[in-house]
């Protein structure tokens, strides 16, 4: 079956632009979840989705902010970028049901964001 | 609040041999789940293992064994019979069921060499 995948794989923007990162999930995966990914801060978590509904969210800044199709498919946006938000964005699915947390996440590819 | 911590930046084993990655973590939630990942030099971030929080034998998924110790809130993993392919990073995770439902906290990582 296919993966998840996340588009673009790499991205450079300038400071003060706006990006935007899209993710499939696994057919039938409900929920979506995004990481940030950086040497400094490690995985910090962003958001998740399940069922377009945002479940859960980080502590990143309102620059920050996602949402999920009927597909279930994702995107999540950044507007007014800023040079520390170079990072892997890493985009997740997993099949629980509501409350379910039995099984892994099923991770993308990434999409390594450059801000110059 | 949840939190994840993984106390060896770095670990060296012999290939063939067994080695025991150490984490362990706080959470308010009554239930919860937790992970293993690996995340190799190419980035993509692989499923392990999971153990319930009121599952009472300890997870195995081939040579992945996850050591939990409840009381202690620890949830070691152990990779018997070291291959060159294990040399990678590794990340333990936990997910609550309630009030962190949708939200995975992930530990700093413990990079792991196998020496030939």
């Known amino acids: 079956k296919a993966g998840v995948t996340q588009t673009p794989r790499y991205l450079i923007k300038t400071r003060g632009q706006q990006v935007t990162l899209s993710c499939s999930p696994i057919s039938g995966h409900r929920s979506v979840s995004w990481y940030q990914q950086t040497p400094g801060q490690g995985l910090q978590f962003l958001f998740e989705y399940f069922s377009e509904t945002q479940r859960n969210k980080g502590n990143f800044p309102g620059r920050f902010s996602g949402r999920q199709f009927s597909n279930s498919r994702s995107e999540m946006n950044v507007s007014t970028l800023e040079l520390g938000d170079s990072a892997l964005y890493l985009c997740?699915?997993?099949?629980?049901?509501?409350?379910?947390?039995?099984?892994?996440?099923?991770f993308g590819s990434g999409t390594r964001l450059t801000v110059v | 609040a949840q939190k994840i911590t993984q106390t060896q930046p770095g670990m060296f084993v012999q290939e063939k041999e067994a080695v025991t990655l150490d984490c362990t973590y706080d959470t308010s939630d009554p239930s919860y789940g937790l992970f293993w990942y690996k995340q190799p030099s190419s980035g993509e971030m692989i499923f392990l293992i999971y153990q319930g929080s009121y599952d009472q034998q300890n997870a195995t998924e081939g040579r992945y064994s996850l050591n939990f110790q409840k009381a202690r809130k620890s949830a070691n993993l152990v990779i018997s019979a070291s291959q060159l392919g294990d040399s990678a990073m590794y990340f333990c995770?936990?997910?609550?069921?309630?009030?962190?439902?949708?939200?995975?906290?992930f530990g700093d990582g413990t990079t792991l060499t196998v020496k030939p």
């Open positions: 995770a936990m997910r609550g069921y309630n009030t962190n439902a949708g939200k995975s906290t």
């Open positions: 997740a699915s997993s099949l629980e049901d509501a409350g379910g947390v039995s099984d892994g996440y099923t």
